[in-house]
């Protein structure tokens, strides 16, 4: 369990309060988009397809080495900004995702909230640097899709707006008319907790092991919860005030 300070508690309370409008990243807060379906093999795969067109050296060898797919599609579009190799990187990293989502593992608690929250009233959008294709499969797969629709804010070709830039986060407020202080974001990554606080969104971080809080608090991020479960059961007692 990770470990809260005595003010957190309230601090999670006010976070929920203020929130009009929720802003969800995907994999991690959501669902386990790789639980079944490894992203560091993924990543993998796409540093072997690049070195199989000849492009050996266009990765750094940190980047080689990436556990992270996106990582290795930010470190291609970097060189070639909007070329049809980035593009083509991207349908093939959207096609992995896709496979992936028939095996995603709900979050704990995750379900029940998004219904909940769309219950009580608040407005859901998902900020997240997967595409949203493969977000759309997912929340329907889960009848979940309304709770979102239309506002669902991925990857797109403009590779150079990836979280940590606020591009997905200020997407989502401009749709819903939100002013930033009453929106709330749930991320799980340092990309997640710079992209609110660049937007000026208030910020709670999901970290479902020790590992994943410390970077989230090494990053700045203030409020983290490690279960979903305190998360929801505030909010149905915010819906019966």
Known sequence: MTTE?????????????????VLWDFDGPVCRLFAGHSAERVARDLVEW?????????????????LD???????????HPGSDLVT???ERLTQEELKAAASARPTPYADPLVRTWTAVGARLAITTNNSPRVVKEYLTS???????APHVYGRTQELRYLKPHPHCVHRALNAT???PSTALMIGDTPSDYQAARAAG????????NERKNKVLRD?????IVDSLEPVLKLVRESGQA
């Not at 005595?6 to 976070?15: D, F, G, H």
């Not at 797919?69 to 060189?79: E, I, N, S, T, Y």
């Not at 969104?201 to 479902?208: K, N």
């Open 5 to 21: 300070t005595e003010t957190e508690p309230n601090n999670l309370r006010n976070l929920i309060e203020g929130a009009r409008v």
């Open 50 to 66: 690049l070195e199989g067109q000849g492009l050996h050296g266009l990765l750094a060898e940190s980047e080689r080495e990436s």
């Open 69 to 79: 797919p996106h990582a290795v599609l930010r470190a291609v579009d970097r060189r």
């Open 88 to 90: 083509e990187l991207e």
């Open 142 to 148: 889960r009848g979940l899709l309304e709770c979102f």
């Open 177 to 179: 008319g939100a002013a």
């Open 201 to 208: 969104v208030p910020f709670l971080g999901y970290a479902r």
């Open 219 to 223: 990053a700045g991020a203030e409020t």
